[in-house]
């Protein structure tokens, strides 16, 4: 690895993220059934049928995952917490739920780490879906009564805290693409959801502040738009992706509006009175958290809203098949510190790439998620000389895991699970990452 620690400013945060369903073995610890249980019993929805029933089976092997987390320098483990395993039903509390995040907190403060918690990444109890789930106004006070369970018994010991995990992947790639769970294809449930994931974002806000919490933020998952040419409507098409994908949830956040663009396309579909609510969704944050992983080239399609497709670009192509465009990092940073969020922190909370990762001699020599690593840190670089305020910078993620709809193939760990005995094997970027936390670390 090129950077050392000493390369950041003094007081920057490294951290490793992971979430709830994609490891800790769903069918432990009396957690209830979820949508994506659900979508994944379908036929079609997800590669082999695959499942997060055992995952990589974190809920029994924590303290091993924490000791890596330890032992690599990290500062932070940005975790999730599930809201079926608190609430199995979405209303009555489960105490081997809460029991496991009390424990698991303890363990990551034991060995010095800092709590990164949020609060859902996609599972919803089933009994919550089957009423609507986010096409329903209720959600919003759903899930700010799931908000102050666990919260009431964990926040305490949280470092930082953020709602929801990727709004855009809840609403448009569930309700309106149909590659998640609830697996619809429905422009009208689309709409709803997409406001409806920011009112619930705001209501936990507020839950939180309620229990007397600080360092609480949100966190928006964002794809750069290149147009497919330099034609007027390819520009247009490339506008209207990153109006639906980027703006709209900073924007509801951060400006208490939505962009006209998307506005354009949708509003006839929003909830009544849509527009009364920017007072909650907007509720202030501490901090502003960036999921990024690729650009998208978009080109025009006749047809219904938003007339867009994406193609296929010419860059580096990672193991998910998205283009490798570091630069989209830094305009992401430069653009949400000018445009929404000013002088609030900013974090990179989930960066990484999926690769094919083979086990070769008991090492996995994966010099192409370290080369990525480095110039997406490059990047970082560059916008705090620039004056952006960037804290932390988060690796997506500790283990490779159940990757949603593409099942257990597509490996973003620093860490390589045999999904047959479930041990784990540091790959190189693991022991690369782990030099230069230590190597450049103050004493």
């Known amino acids: 690895m090129k950077h050392v620690r000493s390369d950041f400013p003094k007081g920057f945060q490294f951290g490793v993220a992971t979430s709830s369903y994609q490891i800790e073995g769903h069918a432990f610890g009396g957690a209830g059934r979820t949508h994506w249980d659900d979508f994944a019993a379908t036929p079609g929805n997800v590669v082999r049928a695959e499942n997060g029933d055992r995952a990589c089976d974190h809920y029994h ?14 500062d932070c483990y940005r975790f999730s917490t599930s809201w079926a395993r ?4 979405g209303v009555t509390v489960n105490p081997d739920g809460l029991d496991f995040y009390d424990r698991l907190t303890d363990a990551m403060l034991e060995r010095g780490l800092k709590p990164c918690a949020t609060l859902y990444h996609w599972e919803m109890p089933s009994a919550l879906a089957d009423k609507g789930g986010w096409r329903n106004r209720d959600v919003a006070e759903w899930f700010a009564d799931f908000t102050t369970t666990i919260m009431g018994r964990i926040g305490d010991r949280m470092h930082s805290v953020a709602p929801i995990n990727e709004p855009w992947c809840v609403a448009f790639l ?4 149909g590659h998640h769970a609830p697996g619809l294809r429905d422009v009208r449930a689309t709409a709803r959801a997409m406001h409806h994931v920011l009112l ?6 507020q839950a939180m502040r309620a229990l007397g919490m600080d360092n609480l933020g949100g966190v928006f998952n964002m794809e750069w738009a290149s147009p497919s040419d330099d ?5 247009a098409a490339a506008a209207r992706y990153d109006g639906l994908y980027n703006h709209w949830y900073m924007s509801g956040v951060f400006k208490k509006s939505y962009p006209q663009i998307v506005l354009d396309g949708i509003e006839a579909h929003l909830p009544d009175r849509w527009d009364e609510d920017f007072d909650v969704i907007g509720s202030p944050v501490d901090w502003c958290g960036i999921n990024y992983y690729t650009r998208k080239v978009i080109a025009p399609v006749p047809g219904p809203w938003p007339g867009l497709e994406e193609v296929e670009g010419p860059l580096p192509k990672t193991f998910m098949d998205w283009e490798i465009f ?4 830094y305009n992401f940073l430069t653009r949400t510190a000018k445009e929404y969020t000013g ?9 990484g790439m999926a690769a094919p990762d083979p086990l070769q001699d008991g090492a996995v020599p994966d010099a192409d998620r370290i080369a990525y690593i480095e110039a997406h840190m490059d990047m970082v670089l560059r916008a705090i000389a620039e004056g952006v305020p960037v804290k932390g910078y988060f690796l997506w993620s500790l283990l490779d895991n159940y990757e949603w709809a593409l ?7 620093l860490v390589h699970v045999d999904f047959d005995t479930l041990e784990r094997t540091p790959k190189a970027s693991y022991h690369a990452l782990k030099d230069a936390l230590t190597s450049g670390s103050e004493t």
């Open 86 to 89: 608190v609430m199995p039903d």
């Open 61 to 74: 092997r924590y303290a091993e995952d924490l000791d890596l987390i330890a032992a690599a320098g990290f």
């Open 343 to 351: 002088s609030l922190p900013l974090f990179i909370t989930e960066n």
């Open 231 to 235: 034609s007027d409507a390819a520009r």
């Open 200 to 205: 619930a974002h705001g209501r936990a806000i």
């Open 174 to 177: 569930s309700h309106f693409m």
């Open 326 to 329: 570091p630069q989209g990092l």
């Open 407 to 413: 099942g257990y193939e597509k490996r973003f760990g």
